[in-house]
């Protein structure tokens, strides 16, 4: 079994925690992204409301444990992105996970509209897949392999939208 994993060591780079395993689903997205780009990720379930001592204790820890980023994804009255911004310097990407209530508006208000001072970058309802591109970019930044591997994810993206643009017409016509 490799190190992301195990989900523990000191090689993990980015954290990806959530409000419950109820939520493993929308965040697989992320850890899927994490795994294709090779990035070595731990996977936790902690809560601002449930455990609020391991939530803070695992953000005040989180950097000196050699993390880079921290994608934190909650659903409903979702503080724990937020929560976890403010024990850590570490950048936070939040996803909003959508719930049965309101398509996942109260849980995208709740992250995106963090005060001035304790930022936390959120994606769409349900997007844990750009929370993990997120991550990535962030850590290609100081990771020229990683660069270039996101540069072959990029030209891979571009030439599937050309192709469905190709294959349009002929659909069309069959129609
Ligand atoms: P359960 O399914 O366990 O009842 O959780 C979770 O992220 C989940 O989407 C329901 C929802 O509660 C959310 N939750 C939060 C927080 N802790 C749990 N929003 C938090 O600390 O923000």
Redesign the pocket.
Known sequence: MNAAATGAGPTQRVGVV???D??LGTMRGAIDVLDRFGVPREVRVL????TPERMLAYGREAADRGLRVLIAG???????PGMLASATRLPVVGVP?P?RHLDGMDSLLSIAQMPRGVPVATVAVGNATNAGLLAVRMLALSDPELAEELEDHREELARASAEADERLPAQLAEE
């Open positions: 959530m409000g419950s109820s939520d809560s601002a409301h449930r909650a659903g409903g009255a979702a503080h724990l996970v719930l």
